[in-house]
Every structure is written in structure tokens, then in C-alpha cells.
């Protein structure tokens, strides 16, 4: 991480589970972190527990689904932090409905789904790259938490939405790093496409049983994904880690 240490992460979605290990991680490790999220209160009670670090945390209140907050909030870190090396695009939302049985109320449910983890990860690795070129860097690293229902189509009824949206994800990511690597850029770009993980990303989604399910499956822990992420962070500049996938053992979906 030596090469890191002093360089601006930006973390969506840092309040709580991946994000917020993430940003903690990257912060203890020597990085100024800018953890963005909706409830910026809880990146901020992490940033005073991270205060005797080696790097700094600062909290940002932004919605990532949100144009006109994204947009905002890049300029704040480019009015106040100065640049970014390094964005996690980990924000992210799943909600359990079925597609032959939606009512009016769920279109909205759908449609901010795909507001977050498609449409926010596109407006935030732009205006990273914007300000990237902006400042002269030309070896940062996006990343974009993933996951593996971006690369199978299982039987999750209720998912396929979630699905739908990290099959984008999937996408996207791919193609990002084609575009940079025809432009002969250095930015590197990876997918970080997780399991099964004991975050609170269920609770509010409506998922029956889902603290049962968690309990009684094999499954992935925050910083678990973060080792990865650092795996592929601390890759040498020339080479890129352009897909992770990190199962519990024992997994059968």
C-alpha cells in the first residue's frame, strides 16, 4: 500500500457494511477517505474512532442515485479534498419483488434500484474520471462491488430485478475498462463480485427470513471483501485484476 498512502478513496455507500470496513481499511492503511452516503452520521462517528490513524476519514452526505448530488459532491471533494486516486463504487440496494406480480407502488422500487447501482456508478466513475484528467492522474483505480447474481441467472425469485441490475454492473465495468485502454489510459478498473455477505443490505429490501437465511448459510464477512479489494489495489501498476469473485465455502447458489 506505500504507493497509496497519502491518495484520496472516494466510498459510496460508507455507512454501513463493505463500504464502511472499506473505508475504514483504507484510512487505517494511510489513504484520505471521503466516505459518501446517505446517513453521513454514521461515516462521521467512524471518522472520530479513526482520528489517531495513519490517514483520515471525512464523511459526505450525497444519494447516489441522485444526479444532482453526485455531481455535488464531486465538486466538494474537488473544492476540498483536491483530487481522487482511488473510487469504490460499493452503494447499492436490492429489493425483493416479483416481476408478475408488481403493483404501481413497486415501478418506483424497481426503477431505484437501477437508479443506485447502475446510474450511480455510472455518474461517479465519470465525474471521477473527470477529475482524474482533471489533475494529471493517470494510474487511478475504480472499482464497482459487484456481485455474483451479476453472473448467474439462479433461481431467486424476487431478486431478478437486483439481478438485472448487476448483470449491468457487469457490463459496464467490462466496458469501461475497454474504453481506458483504448484511450491508452493507466486507470485500472475491477469488478468485485461477492457471495453471500452478513450485511444489512436484506433488512430493508423486504426479503422474508432473510436474518434466518443468513444465519443458517455459508456466508462472506465485510472484510473479506476488502482483502480483496486491497489484493487487487496493491496489484503492481502494470497489472490489472479486472474480476474477483469471493464465495463462502460451501456456497451452492
Same mark, same amino acid.
Given at each position: ?20 470496513? %472499506?473505508?475504514? +481499511?483504507? #484510512?487505517?492503511? &494511510? ?9 453521513? *452520521? ?32 464531486? +465538486? ?8 481522487? $486516486? ?58 464497482? =462491488?459487484?456481485?455474483?447474481?451479476? $453472473? ?21 465495468? *467490462? &466496458?469501461?475498462?475497454?474504453?481506458? #485502454?483504448?484511450? @491508452?489510459?493507466? %486507470?485500472?478498473?475491477?469488478? =468485485?463480485?461477492?457471495?453471500? =455477505? ?12 432473510? *436474518? ?8 462472506? @464477512? ?8 486491497? $489484493? #487487487? ?16 465455502? &460451501?456456497?451452492?447458489?
Amino acid at each position: 500500500m506505500d504507493r497509496w498512502v497519502g491518495k484520496v478513496a472516494v466510498v459510496t455507500g460508507a455507512s454501513s457494511g463493505i463500504g464502511q470496513n %472499506i473505508a475504514q +481499511e483504507l #484510512a487505517e492503511r &494511510g489513504m484520505t477517505v471521503v466516505g459518501v452516503a446517505r446517513r453521513a *452520521e454514521l461515516v462521521e462517528e467512524l471518522a472520530k474512532k479513526l482520528s489517531g490513524s495513519k490517514g483520515k476519514l471525512h464523511a459526505l452526505k450525497a444519494d447516489i442515485g441522485n444526479e444532482e448530488d453526485v455531481v455535488k459532491a464531486f +465538486e466538494w471533494i474537488r473544492k476540498n479534498i483536491g483530487s481522487v $486516486h482511488v473510487l469504490v463504487n460499493n452503494a447499492g440496494i436490492a429489493p425483493y419483488t416479483f416481476l408478475s406480480k408488481l403493483e404501481r407502488s413497486d415501478y418506483k422500487k424497481i426503477r431505484g434500484c437501477f437508479d443506485v447501482n447502475v446510474m450511480g456508478l455510472i455518474m461517479c466513475s465519470n465525474e471521477a474520471i473527470k477529475l482524474m484528467k482533471e489533475k494529471g492522474i493517470d494510474d487511478g483505480h475504480i472499482f464497482n =462491488v459487484n456481485s455474483v447474481a451479476g $453472473h448467474y441467472i439462479g433461481n431467486m425469485p424476487g431478486f431478478f430485478p437486483y439481478t438485472a441490475s448487476k448483470f449491468a454492473v457487469t457490463v459496464i465495468t *467490462e &466496458g469501461l475498462r475497454r474504453e481506458l #485502454a483504448e484511450a @491508452k489510459s493507466k %486507470i485500472r478498473v475491477t469488478s =468485485v463480485s461477492p457471495g453471500l =455477505v452478513d450485511t444489512n443490505i436484506g433488512a430493508p429490501s423486504g426479503i422474508p427470513n432473510f *436474518e434466518e437465511m443468513v444465519a443458517n448459510a455459508p456466508c462472506l @464477512k465485510s472484510e473479506d471483501i476488502t482483502r480483496s479489494l486491497i $489484493h #487487487a489495489l496493491t496489484a503492481p501498476p502494470d497489472v490489472q485484476i479486472a474480476e474477483i469473485m469471493v464465495r463462502p465455502v &460451501g456456497e451452492q447458489f
